[in-house]
Structure formats: C-alpha cells, structure tokens
C-alpha cells in the first residue's frame, strides 16, 4: 500500500488552518491525519518541479521556466474491485477525462485518478496510460490553469514525473501547498496549490465511516476569500496585499485576471455508496467551495468526483465473451439508506471548505515566469482578523 520516504523537508513549515485555532464545522471530528488518507485504502503520491531563473532578463531563458507538478490519488486493487464513483460540476469551464465513462457506467476504472496544470493535460494523460502499457484504458486526469509555467518551456510534466508520484505513494500524511499539480497554482490572488482534510461520520452500529478530500485549489477573486463566515479576502485587498506585485520585472507581459482559474476536488470514502449517491456527495463540495468565498467565475472549472473504498460483499465474476450471448452475472453490494446521506453531504461540505483553506496555508509565496510573484496568505494577519471577528480564541 505505498509508503513514500518521508521527511521533515518535505512538509511545509507553515501551519494548517486548524492550528491557529480555525474550526470549519462544530458537529463532526477530522480523521487523525485530516487527509484523505485517513480514508482505508487511499494512497497519494506527487511530484512537482520548479525549473528556470526568474531573475533573467532574457526572454529565451524565461521562456524554459517550469513550475508545474502531478498528483496522483488511488488504491491498490481498483483494477479487481469495483469502485462506485461519480462526478459532479459547480462551473464547467475546466476538464476531467473520463467523466462520460463514470457516468455512464457509475464506477471507476483508471487505476489512478490524476491532477496537473492545464498544459500537462495529455502529458499526465499518457503518463497513466504508459504505466500500463497493455491495459485498454481512459485515464481520469483533472486540470487547472497553470499560469505560472512559460506556455512555451518544453515538457513540464511527462512520464518520468507521473513515475516519481507513483514512486511517493502514501497511506500517511500528505504534502499540501506548492506540492504535485497544486505547485504552480493560485487562488484568491494569493499563491494557492494542494490541500487536504477529512471527516469522521458516525454509522448506526456504533463505529464510523470517513470522508477524505483533496483539492486543487486555483480559484477564487481576491475579495471573495471567506473564513470562518469572515470576508477576509475584503479586508486584504483593502490593504493591498493582493495587488499584483512584480519584484524583478515591470509586468508588461498580459497577466490573466485574478478570479480566473478552478478547483479539482477528490472525494474519498468508505461508507458504501451507489454511483448516484457518489454524484450526490460529490456536489456537496460545492457547498464547501461556496463557504469559502469561490464558485461565482464564469472561467472556473468548478469539478468534482467521489468515489466509495467499500468492496462488494461478494465479488463481481468476469464476464468471459465466450459466447453469442454473454449470460447476466450478478454480484452483492451494501449501500447507504438514502435518508441517511445529510451527515456525509455535511462531511464532504466541511472536508473540501477545509482543504482550500489548507492549501492556502501551506503554500508559500512564489514567482512565475512574467515576473510576478504571488504572496503567500498572511497567516498572523489572518489571525489578527478572525481574532477580532471573534471567530478563533484571542489566546491563540
């Protein structure tokens, strides 16, 4: 089940949103590693670079700077079990390949469900598909705008990154911030990236099920970031801290508009679900994303999938197209009581609102290759605010 090395180095040293005291939701508890991970059987990997001197004056130099990365989410055994999944779009100005299969047959057939910048697309698309080269195929790969990669620089992504996430699997705790397809990411006009968080849910027999989300968050205007109910992102853009900001270059390459960008959002878990109950979960991350300030850009690609971790209480047998008429097989599947899906509607809620904040706390300020550079979130400013709002304890 994976297990990438792990080091200190790795993880960003800057805290989580629930260190400072943030509590998105007061009914249900995060998993122990508020990760999707927590989730049995998820494993993630990633792997990102960062290439070019953005401090070169020559364009031919500017034109090689590469800030881009992949992430990669699955299981094990997706390729004997069945996964029941579905998708769901907030804003569909954005891509997810093989969101018709999923819908069309309600489950989930790629061994790896993969997340990159817009231009890497097709790189991570034939990376998945290389890694098994003798599989018939259709690759689940979201995007994002990558708007700090050159759309020139040669092969940002290939087969040999998709390799390295692959190689960085984990069931443990993930890397959130400028890390895999989040690396070159933004969001509210602040350097945005990967983030992730997760919820226990509570089940008539006593034990509990868990909802795991992962994000790719590059959404959002910079006046719309909310936290805790508090317009935040007002309140910065007020005190210009989200100003476009060129420390090296004047900036007379066009910038696109901050607002202008998406979200990927994977949600995980084991609670057994049918495929239109995935579809349902799955749009709850759309509450999430509104919480938080996003969903209101027409150029968003607001998309999202969930996929269920149960097995089959008896395992589906292969059909074996050995005659004119394949004779219906059937196998055994537990599912939620529909009446009962409101506390994991609320558990993806509070999941995908908690992994955008994630993302924007652990991600560190970065240049891309017109010169700009965008901040990172002032977390003691931040603090101060929510402070004030009464929102976290002022002792934190």
Request: net charge negative; with cysteine.
């Amino acid at each position: 089940m994976g297990g990438g090395k792990e080091t200190p180095s790795m993880f960003s040293n800057r805290p989580r949103a629930r260190d400072v005291g943030i509590q998105i939701g007061d009914l249900l508890s995060p998993g122990p590693l508020n990760a999707i991970t927590d989730v049995p059987r998820i494993k993630v990997g990633m792997a990102e670079k960062f290439l070019g001197d953005v401090s070169s004056p020559d364009e031919e130099e500017r034109k090689k700077i590469v800030r881009a990365g992949v992430t990669l989410i699955g299981t094990d055994d997706v390729g004997q079990l069945p996964l029941f999944a579905g998708v769901a779009t907030l804003q569909g100005t954005g891509e997810l390949t093989g969101c018709h299969l999923i819908r069309e047959w309600g489950q989930l057939y790629s061994s790896y469900i993969a997340i990159t910048g817009t231009s890497q697309l097709g790189a991570a698309y034939a990376g998945l598909t290389e890694l098994e080269p003798f599989k018939l195929q259709l690759p689940v790969v979201g995007e994002t705008y990558d708007r700090m990669t050159h759309p020139l620089a040669p092969d940002p992504i290939g087969l040999a990154d998709v390799r390295e996430a692959l190689a960085n699997m984990t069931t443990g705790k993930l890397r959130e911030g400028n890390v895999g397809g989040g690396a070159a990411m933004v969001s509210f006009g602040l350097k945005g990236g990967t983030g992730t968080s997760s919820r226990l849910v509570p089940r008539a027999d006593g034990k509990q099920y868990v909802v795991g989300a992962i994000v790719q968050a590059n959404h959002g205007s910079p006046y719309d970031l909310t936290i805790s109910g508090v317009h935040v992102g007002k309140i910065l853009a007020d005190e210009g801290y989200t100003a476009p900001w060129f420390p090296t270059h004047d900036g007379k390459v066009q910038q696109p508009k901050d607002g202008d960008g998406s979200i990927i959002v994977v949600i995980a878990t084991d609670a057994p679900l049918l495929p239109h109950q995935c579809s349902a979960v799955a749009r709850r991350a759309g509450v999430g994303i509104s919480r938080g300030g996003g969903g209101v850009s027409v150029f968003s690609g607001d998309i999202f999938l969930c996929f269920s971790t149960a097995t089959p209480l008896t395992p589906p047998q292969p059909p074996r197209y050995e005659q004119r008429i394949e004779p219906v097989s059937t196998y055994n599947v537990e599912a939620v009581h529909s009446e009962t899906l409101d506390v994991l509607f609320r558990a993806a809620a509070d999941a995908t609102e908690e992994a955008a904040l994630n993302a924007l706390f652990a991600a560190e300020e970065m240049e891309g290759y017109t010169g700009r550079k965008w901040r990172s979130l002032p977390v003691e400013r931040v603090k101060e605010i929510l402070k004030e709002a009464g929102r976290i304890p002022k002792k934190l």
